[in-house]
C-alpha cells in the first residue's frame, strides 16, 4: 500500500464507513487509506472486521456494531469521534437486498431491508452531523444504486428504497451546504459483491455473459474523486454502470 506524496491527498483526515468489511465498503476504505486517511470500518461481521483491518493496516480502525439494533446504532457517532476524535468523511454505504417478484417478498425482509436502507442511513448521518456542522466542514457520501434512477422490474422493494435515500441526499444537501458540508451519492450499477447473490439467476447469468458487472474497486475510485474536488463543488450525483450493461 505504498503511495508516493502525491497520492496521499486525505493526510489528516479521518473517514468512516459503514459495512465496510467487504464489497464497495471495503474498496473504499482501502482507496481512502492509500490516499492518506485514517478510517474506521463498521459492521457486523466481527470476523470479516478484523481480517479487512489486518489487511489494511494501522490506518484501518475496527468498529463492530449492529446497525439494525437502535441502541449500537444511536451510539455510532460517539464511538467514532471516542476512536479518532474528529470525522471528516462518513461514507454510508452499509445496504440489503430484495429482489424479485412482489407478490414473493416476505415481510420480515422487507421491513429488514429498508430499515437498513432507509432509516438506518437517515439516522446515521443525523448523528454525524453536529460534529460536522461545529467544525464548519464535512463530506458525506451514500452509496445508492442504478436502481434509484430506473423503475427496475426484478426488484421493485430494493429499487424503492434506492429512490427514498436518493430524495434524501438531495434534500439534507440543500440542508447543510451552508456549513460547509457537502453530500452526494454513487449510483453503481451491478457490481460484484455477495448482495449479487440474491439476484435472480436469469439476470445474474446474463451478466456475467456479457461482462456487465462493476469492480467494487472501480465504484472506489469515483467515491475518491468525489472527496477530492475544491471544497467549492460538490458531485452530488454520480451514476456509473458497466458499458455493456443495457436498460
Same mark, same amino acid.
Given at each position: 500500500m /505504498?503511495s508516493? /506524496?502525491s497520492?496521499?491527498?486525505?493526510v489528516?483526515?479521518?473517514a468512516a464507513?459503514t459495512?465496510?468489511?467487504?464489497?464497495i465498503?471495503y474498496a473504499s476504505a482501502h482507496?481512502l487509506?492509500?490516499a492518506g486517511a485514517?478510517?474506521?470500518l463498521?459492521? /457486523?461481521?466481527e470476523l470479516a472486521?478484523?481480517?479487512a483491518?489486518?489487511?489494511?493496516?494501522?490506518?484501518?480502525?475496527?468498529?463492530k456494531l449492529?446497525?439494525?439494533?437502535?441502541?449500537?446504532?444511536?451510539?455510532m457517532?460517539?464511538?467514532?469521534?471516542?476512536?479518532?476524535g474528529?470525522?471528516d468523511?462518513?461514507?454510508?454505504?452499509?445496504?440489503?437486498?430484495v429482489g424479485?417478484?412482489l407478490?414473493?417478498?416476505?415481510?420480515?425482509?422487507i421491513?429488514?431491508?429498508?430499515n437498513l436502507n432507509i /432509516?438506518?442511513?437517515?439516522?446515521?448521518?443525523?448523528?454525524?452531523l453536529p460534529?460536522m456542522?461545529?467544525?464548519?466542514?464535512?463530506?458525506i457520501i451514500?452509496?445508492?444504486s442504478l436502481a434509484a434512477?430506473?423503475?427496475t422490474?426484478?426488484e421493485p422493494?430494493y429499487?424503492s428504497?434506492?429512490?427514498?435515500?436518493d430524495?434524501?441526499v438531495?434534500?439534507?444537501?440543500?440542508?447543510v451546504f451552508?456549513?460547509g458540508?457537502?453530500?452526494g451519492?454513487v449510483?453503481?450499477?451491478?457490481?460484484?459483491?455477495a448482495?449479487?447473490?440474491?439476484?435472480?439467476a436469469?439476470?445474474?447469468?446474463?451478466a456475467?455473459?456479457s461482462?456487465?458487472?462493476?469492480?467494487?474497486?472501480e465504484v472506489?475510485q469515483v467515491?475518491l474523486?468525489m472527496?477530492t474536488?475544491?471544497r467549492?463543488?460538490?458531485i452530488?450525483?454520480v451514476?456509473?454502470m458497466?458499458?455493456?450493461?443495457?436498460?
Amino acid at each position: 500500500m /505504498n503511495s508516493s /506524496n502525491s497520492e496521499l491527498v486525505l493526510v489528516g483526515q479521518v473517514a468512516a464507513i459503514t459495512g465496510a468489511a467487504s464489497g464497495i465498503g471495503y474498496a473504499s476504505a482501502h482507496a481512502l487509506i492509500k490516499a492518506g486517511a485514517k478510517v474506521v470500518l463498521i459492521d /457486523n461481521d466481527e470476523l470479516a472486521l478484523t481480517k479487512a483491518c489486518s489487511k489494511l493496516g494501522t490506518n484501518a480502525l475496527p468498529l463492530k456494531l449492529d446497525l439494525l439494533d437502535a441502541e449500537q446504532c444511536a451510539s455510532m457517532p460517539d464511538q467514532i469521534l471516542d476512536l479518532t476524535g474528529q470525522l471528516d468523511i462518513f461514507h454510508a454505504n452499509a445496504g440489503l437486498y430484495v429482489g424479485g417478484d412482489l407478490v414473493d417478498a416476505k415481510d420480515a425482509a422487507i421491513d429488514r431491508m429498508l430499515n437498513l436502507n432507509i /432509516n438506518v442511513v437517515m439516522k446515521n448521518v443525523r448523528g454525524i452531523l453536529p460534529h460536522m456542522i461545529e467544525r464548519g466542514r464535512g463530506d458525506i457520501i451514500v452509496t445508492s444504486s442504478l436502481a434509484a434512477h430506473f423503475p427496475t422490474p426484478w426488484e421493485p422493494v430494493y429499487a424503492s428504497s434506492k429512490w427514498a435515500i436518493d430524495c434524501f441526499v438531495q434534500t439534507v444537501r440543500r440542508q447543510v451546504f451552508k456549513h460547509g458540508i457537502r453530500v452526494g451519492s454513487v449510483s453503481p450499477g451491478p457490481v460484484i459483491t455477495a448482495l449479487l447473490a440474491d439476484w435472480p439467476a436469469e439476470k445474474l447469468q446474463e451478466a456475467k455473459a456479457s461482462g456487465s458487472l462493476l469492480d467494487a474497486s472501480e465504484v472506489a475510485q469515483v467515491i475518491l474523486f468525489m472527496l477530492t474536488r475544491p471544497r467549492g463543488m460538490t458531485i452530488r450525483d454520480v451514476v456509473m454502470m458497466p458499458t455493456h450493461f443495457d436498460l
